[in-house]
């Protein structure tokens, strides 16, 4: 067992774990994160993307011992102060979601496409999200979704 | 008939989503309980074998381990089929929930470890010794049935398990009479459903009220719950089974399958709760796959164009064992859809049912319809191409026109449909003839595009009992339920049999009840997937849904409100003859401001006084309904593609779709359901193939290797609705869940070979990946 600290939505956690375990196993399984999912064991599908230090990371390819230290943001941490996301929003306005098996995943790696491109094309939406699969949607609400909040967002700045 | 005042017709956003897009979704991998072991379980790496020995004593010495199963531990429970097609001999395997003498298929399950977690199971598992001797093995259709093949199943000659016919007119005629015959073999290839969520099941068996119950990713807990309790000999009043969310199933989660049983037995052994997650490598050796059909067709013309006859000679391949609905898929589902949209004079469709050394095959969606579409959709390019006329034109010359109902030759009564009209509009609205154009430019600048449509047709509203259960061989009625309970003070709780793994029911049936009971849309909610809550249910496949549960909806809403009238009549102290309801408000005929709204109705019913003695207490309603015929949605879908001959590449360029899926009530989920489908067909036409090796060794065996079409391989969609009602249910409605994996797959076809057309070639088999493209143009 190695133990290690994680600052997780914003909560630190100190905890025990076997070397071997995946953060997405470490989430889910000792912190009751269950929101993050996991939909393959190749790294290929993306349900499983996290925030890690800022950036979206496959947690099912990282170590918890590799997140020692770390900040970490899942989609339970997302929505601020009880307010959606501008994604979780747009999600929800273009039928961005069906089963919503992947969503957690492709909110979280959309985000970090906004952040490094505030104002993208369909096409950009659609080669950034390629690390995310979604059997449901056939992709054509979710690039609306993520346009949605790009120009939600562009509309209201960050502060 | 959508009006300011009805939530029938209404894009609403969904009520599921704002726990779906925060994280706090109840997948069953979610579902945590105290003291909870994890399964882990040991599958066969052989196609075909006997199994020797299996030593476990390692396993069990591992540390951590509770305890580890073979056949000899477990009861002899076997995974049945639940279809006998009548009038044939089905020859079905014995499918055992755990192999103890032979594997028929590399992913078969021989063992279980159980542990405190997944890590210390596997471990554990790797310690297993088993023993194997291995077998000749067949993975291909024409292989399995040749002489001398070897046999999955001794007691299966030429592992053929069935034969089935369909046939109508005088086919004999048809060809003698034709002028231009087009044939062609085609291949619709095996494909893995890949649902996000991986089949999971969790069990508790509670010792001190004998229930046992289990969270399972399934589409059809009673189904479940009836076959589980009819193998087990465990009660139905004593087993529940809970469907929570569940992340996608597309037919793959339909049925009943060894992990089920394996799971329910370990429970009940163990006395502690246990959970199954599989991984998606697993989930591609055990779950069933979809399609995987070697046809021989041939197509019998007039020189006008005008359609003669049809042959068709199917080889279905079922996997090594016969799955829930299995046989039904490449006969029923199949063969009574091969008239398409067209006005075929006669047919005769063959089809072997083949056992191979694969994992079993079962429905995934469409389940028999695409395969029938994609076959139809591609002869009739073929005739077009040979006969010199315009593809949209041979269609506009062969299609059912005139009255409805009509039927066909397959003998299928379609319910109601435009297909000229429905074509007319496609070609119109997607400007048909500006792409003709764009097309000829484009080869003047060496680029090649194509243009494709595929006008499909498919049955939906999958029950009616009689056809079904009987004629089909389904052995069962598949009807729906509901019951609609007002509570005391007017919010009302809908339980239906449907399941919603994405569908959006929540939100749908809370609109289609918001009108029928003129109740507030907020004060509504629906109930699914839990045998615990609602009464009894058939679940969600073939795009039945709406069409039979939202019936089953309308239908209880009735019920409750001839209670209603006579709950008001008193009341109001008038005649229950009098009394009149609309809009959520019973009152006295020609005195509307005598009324009472559904509301203070509900609250009297609980908390009666006065009541006439033949009034019960209660506001409550239950109705089962089985409709008379299934729905028949068709459409027109259009492809633009561009094919880049130095690689042999696809480009999906456009993607236009015409349905008509009766009334539409929500159009936002109906879209999506349309995208969704479309993108799967995509998936099917260009990227998507499990491939065996001649071993049956599984080469596309995790997503690295199957091609879940991602982002930016699939292109904008655009979707239109023009929707002829159909006759089959009150609401009008035929059903969108599987239209857009039917005929997309043909159209995607039909555009590539159409940009190579000028190349001289006239078929390719899917996928059409890069390598077959680039094969067929350089001719090797």
Same mark, same amino acid.
């Given at each position: 067992m190695t133990t290690i600290t994680v600052t997780v939505n914003g909560k630190q956690y100190t905890s025990d774990v076997e070397p071997r375990t995946l953060l997405v196993h470490y989430l889910r399984e000792?912190?009751?994160?269950?929101?993050?999912?996991?939909?393959?064991?190749?790294?290929?599908?993306?349900?499983?993307t996290v925030h890690m230090n800022g950036a979206s990371v496959k947690s099912c390819t990282v170590l918890a011992v590799q997140a020692d230290g770390a900040e970490i943001t899942t989609i339970e941490g997302l929505a601020q102060n009880g307010q959606l996301h501008p994604l979780q929003e747009g999600f929800w306005e273009k039928h961005g979601l069906q089963c919503g098996f992947c969503t957690p995943g492709m909110i979280m790696a959309a985000a970090d496409l906004l952040k490094q491109n505030p104002n993208p094309t369909e096409e950009e939406i659609r080669h950034g999200l390629e690390g995310n699969l979604c059997?449901?949607?056939?992709y054509e609400n979710i690039v609306r979704a993520v346009r949605y909040a790009a120009e939600k967002m562009a509309a209201v700045p960050a502060d | 008939m959508t009006t300011s005042e009805t939530m029938f017709g209404r894009a609403l956003k969904r009520r599921e989503d704002p726990r779906l897009i925060t994280g706090r979704g109840q997948y069953v991998d979610d579902v945590r309980l105290p003291g909870m072991q994890r399964v882990f379980f040991v599958r066969s790496p052989y196609a075909h074998a006997k199994i020797l020995s299996i030593d476990t004593s390692a396993a069990e010495s591992h540390p951590g381990v509770v305890k580890v199963y073979t056949a000899k531990d477990l009861p002899a429970t076997p995974v049945p089929c639940g279809v006998t097609i009548p009038g044939i001999e089905q020859k079905v395997p014995n499918y055992p929930?755990? !192999?103890?003498?032979?594997?028929?298929? !590399?992913?078969?399950?021989?063992a279980a470890v159980v542990a405190g977690d997944l890590g210390t199971a596997r471990d554990a598992a790797e310690k297993i010794q088993v023993e194997y001797e291995p077998l000749g093995v067949v993975v291909d259709v024409e292989q399995a049935v040749a002489e001398g093949a070897p046999l999955v199943h001794d007691e299966i000659p030429n592992n053929i398990s069935f034969k089935w016919n369909l046939s109508g007119g005088d086919i004999n005629a048809a060809f003698s009479e034709a002028e231009v015959v087009v044939k062609q073999r085609l291949v619709n290839q095996r494909l893995i459903p890949n649902a996000m969520e991986a089949r999971a099941v969790v069990g508790y068996f509670n010792q001190g009220t004998g229930e046992m119950t289990l969270w399972d990713t399934n589409q059809n807990p009673h189904i479940i719950r009836l076959l589980i309790s009819m193998l087990t000999g465990l009660p139905e009043s004593k087993l529940r089974v809970i469907a929570p969310d569940v992340g996608g199933g597309f037919g793959s989660k339909i049925f009943l399958y060894a992990e089920q049983l394996l799971v329910t037995a370990i429970a009940q052994d163990l006395l502690v709760p246990v959970k199954w997650a599989e991984s998606r490598s697993e989930n591609y050796l055990s779950t069933a796959h979809g399609r995987d059909h070697v046809t021989y067709a041939e197509m019998a013309f007039k020189r006008d164009g005008k359609l003669l006859g049809l042959k068709v000679k199917t080889y279905a391949n079922m996997g090594a064992y016969l799955s829930t609905f299995a046989p039904l898929i490449p006969t029923n589902l199949y063969g009574t859809l091969l008239s398409g949209v067209y006005d075929l004079p006669a047919l005769d469709c063959e089809v072997y049912g083949v056992v191979t050394n694969t994992v079993p095959v079962d429905a995934y969606r469409g389940a028999g319809r695409p395969e029938a579409s994609y076959l139809i959709e591609r002869l009739m390019d073929l005739g077009a191409d040979e006969l010199g006329i315009d593809p949209a034109e041979i269609r506009r010359i062969n299609f059912i026109k005139g009255e409805f109902p009509r039927q066909v030759v397959t003998g299928m009564t379609y319910d109601s449909g435009d297909y000229e009209g429905n074509l007319n509009k496609a070609l119109e609205r997607f400007d048909y003839a500006g792409w003709r154009q764009k097309q000829e430019e484009a080869r003047k600048n060496g680029r090649y595009l194509g243009i494709g449509l595929a006008c499909y047709i498919e049955a939906c509203g999958i029950a009616p009992s009689k056809i079904v259960g009987t004629v089909w061989g389904g052995g069962v009625g598949l009807w729906e339920s509901s019951t609609i309970r007002f509570h005391p003070t007017g919010k009302v709780t809908i339980y239906t049999g449907s399941h919603s793994h994405g569908q959006g029911h929540e939100t749908t049936f809370a609109q289609l009840a918001a009108d029928t009971l003129g109740v507030p849309y907020e004060n509504i909610e629906i109930v699914h997937g839990d045998t615990g809550q609602v009464q009894f249910g058939m679940g969600t496949y073939g795009s039945r849904s709406l069409a039979v549960g939202g019936t089953s909806i309308v239908k209880s809403a009735e019920k409750l409100i001839e209670k209603g009238k006579r709950i008001a009549a008193h009341l109001l102290e008038a005649n229950p003859d009098d009394i009149e309801f609309k809009s959520g408000s019973f009152s006295v005929r020609g005195s509307p401001d005598r009324s009472k709204s559904i509301g203070e109705v509900a609250l009297a019913a609980y908390v009666p006084h006065n009541y006439p003695e033949d009034l019960e207490p209660g506001f409550e309603a239950q109705s089962f309904y089985d409709p008379t015929n299934f729905t028949f949605p068709a459409g027109t879908y259009m492809a633009v593609v561009e094919v880049d001959?130095?690689?042999g590449n696809v480009t999906p360029l456009e993607f236009y779709c015409m349905d008509d899926c009766g009334r539409v009530l929500n159009p936002l989920i109906a879209e999506g359901q349309v995208h969704g489908g479309v993108a799967q067909g995509i998936g099917q036409a260009l990227y998507e193939y499990a491939v065996y090796d001649e071993n049956g060794q599984l080469l596309s065996g995790t997503m690295m290797d199957y091609a879940v079409p991602k982002a930016s391989q699939i292109p904008s969609m655009t979707t239109d609705f023009a929707g002829v009602p159909s006759p089959s249910n009150p609401m009008g409605v035929k059903g969108i869940g599987e239209a857009g994996a039917i005929g997309s797959t043909p159209a995607i076809a039909n555009a590539v070979m159409d940009a190579l057309s000028s190349m001289g070639i006239r078929h390719i088999d899917l996928p059409l990946t890069p390598e077959r493209v680039w094969k067929a143009i350089h001719g090797k």
């Open positions: 000792h912190l009751n994160l269950t929101g993050t999912h996991v939909g393959c064991d190749t790294s290929q599908c993306g349900a499983c059997r449901c949607t056939g | 929930m755990i !192999a103890s003498e032979r594997v028929c298929y !590399a992913g078969q399950i021989v001959p130095e690689t």
